[in-house]
């Protein structure tokens, strides 16, 4: 067919002739060799704007008209939400905060790990039985594990607060907002793998102040800063 010129003006006669789809196929290769071609990006946004005013369906329409956009404007990037926003937290069930916990953990820095959860949610009467092992984090709702190394009674409201980082395990067990019995380490581990932006879970844009501090010798996740409430407030077996 010639150069990307020759190819464009013969092109345009077809989309004289009402040839959209045809149009749009042969500008769709110009532009992937030449994405800064304005002629072909705009006759190729053009030919997909008349698909999508001929096409009787919603989700073709709206898909030719983006794709129109796309190629005149360029591609858009939406505004990150946080799934761990205040505001959002509290609407979701117990289950699927552990399971946003899961999908989040970066089984990498998790690696050697292993240390099992039972959680008793008083305001809800809920039970889970929570397990790291194998770098992947799993629960069990309704649930109450056999030899947990650590058993956490508090409230959703408390779980909450440590998601969206305005609060810590260690804060709710001092003010007497949660009760905690069993190993130490094991709600440690918990407490630094806890939010998106902890280097125990998968990267993130931004910082949480609450996760800064030094990594411990040999450990992938870095020390709380305000776990050393701890000591005092779990019993250790």
Not at 43 to 69: C, E, F, K, P, V
Not at 160 to 167: A, F, I, K, Q
């Amino acid at each position: 067919m010639g150069g990307a010129a020759q190819v464009i003006e013969r092109t345009r006669g077809d989309f004289e002739r009402g040839e959209y789809r045809w149009v749009a196929q042969v500008m769709n290769q110009v532009v992937f060799a030449q994405p800064e071609n304005g002629e072909a990006r705009e006759l190729a946004a053009d030919a997909l704007g008349q698909m999508g005013y001929q096409a009787g369906s919603a989700t073709w329409r709206n898909a030719y008209i983006l794709g129109a956009q796309e190629l005149r404007h360029g591609i858009k990037r939406g505004a990150r939400t946080a799934v761990t926003r205040p505001g959002l937290m509290p609407a979701l069930s117990t289950d699927v905060v552990f399971d946003y916990m899961a999908a989040r953990l970066n089984s990498s820095k998790t690696a050697g790990q292993s240390w099992r959860i039972a959680w008793h949610f008083e305001d809800l009467g809920e039970h889970f039985a929570m397990t790291l092992e194998n770098a992947t984090l799993t629960h069990l709702p309704g649930r109450t594990a056999g030899r947990p190394d650590v058993a956490v009674t508090t409230s959703r409201t408390t779980l909450d607060g440590v998601m969206t980082g305005t609060s810590s395990m260690g804060d709710a067990i001092t003010k007497g907002e949660a009760t905690a019995t069993g190993t130490l380490p094991s709600l440690r581990s918990f407490s630094r793998c806890r939010t998106t932006s902890s280097p125990c879970l998968t990267s993130s844009n931004r910082e949480d102040p609450h996760d800064a501090g030094t990594p411990h010798a040999g450990s992938p996740c870095p020390r709380d800063r305000r776990i050393p409430e701890f000591s005092a407030a779990v019993q250790t077996r």
